[in-house]
């Protein structure tokens, strides 16, 4: 395999969804959440860092009126398994009494979105509701579900569209997994 940090190593990743179809998926979960949230304001938090490109591309597309603020948890840090959450960025807008709507590329054990969850509700928040780029499919899920997502993706690391392989490749236009040995 191509060092990672060349121009030539996406030329032997899998592109899994290229930019097209990522893009035409999100329009679709744009159209999910206009129905839903039309007559809501909510408070739309995007979790950073992974979740900056997906928002990019969504956020242009809704039709109602909102809040945009973001919080940053990480717990992946640049390596292939998640450890526990940890919270660099706290919202700053007040949830208090506010339809909250999380915005992430992905959602794969779920920890990440439980502990936002719960930190949304503790904050005082009427609603919280998760939106995600890409679904992995596993038998290992926390308990909470997220609520909308616009891909599903298999049980492997993928990186691109705002994900990172090792720290680096968030910018690769579509999503990309490592090739099967
Ligand atoms: O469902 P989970 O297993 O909890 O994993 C999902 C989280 O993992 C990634 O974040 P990461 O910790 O890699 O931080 P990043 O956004 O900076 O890449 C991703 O952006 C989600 O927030
Ligand atoms: N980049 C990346 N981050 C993740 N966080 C949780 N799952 C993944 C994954 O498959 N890829």
């Not at 990672?4 to 990522?22: K, R, S, W």
């Not at 609520?147 to 492997?156: G, K, N, P, S």
């Not at 490749?169 to 999503?175: D, M, Q, S």
Request: with cysteine.
């Amino acid at each position: 395999m191509t060092a990672i940090n060349t121009p030539g190593f996406m030329d032997q990743a899998e592109c899994l969804y290229d930019h097209q179809t990522v893009c035409a998926s999100i329009e679709v979960l744009a159209a999910s959440l206009n129905h839903d949230f039309a007559d809501k304001q909510p408070v739309v938090l995007v979790v950073m860092t992974g979740g900056a490109i997906v928002a990019g591309h969504l956020l242009p597309q809704l039709s109602f009126p909102l809040e945009l603020d973001y919080i940053h948890a990480t717990r992946y840090q640049g390596k292939m398994t998640g450890e526990k959450v940890r919270w660099l960025v706290q919202p700053q807008i007040s949830l208090i009494g506010r339809d909250v709507l999380i915005i992430d590329d992905i959602h794969d054990v779920g920890l990440t979105l439980g502990e936002i969850n719960s930190y949304c509700m503790e904050r005082g928040a009427t609603s919280v509701t998760s939106a995600v780029l890409l679904l992995k499919n596993h038998p290992r899920k926390a308990s909470v579900p997220c609520d909308y997502h616009a891909l599903e993706v298999d049980d492997r690391f993928v990186f691109g569209f705002g994900m990172d392989y090792k720290g680096l490749w968030r910018n690769a236009p579509g999503i990309f997994a490592l090739p099967k040995a």
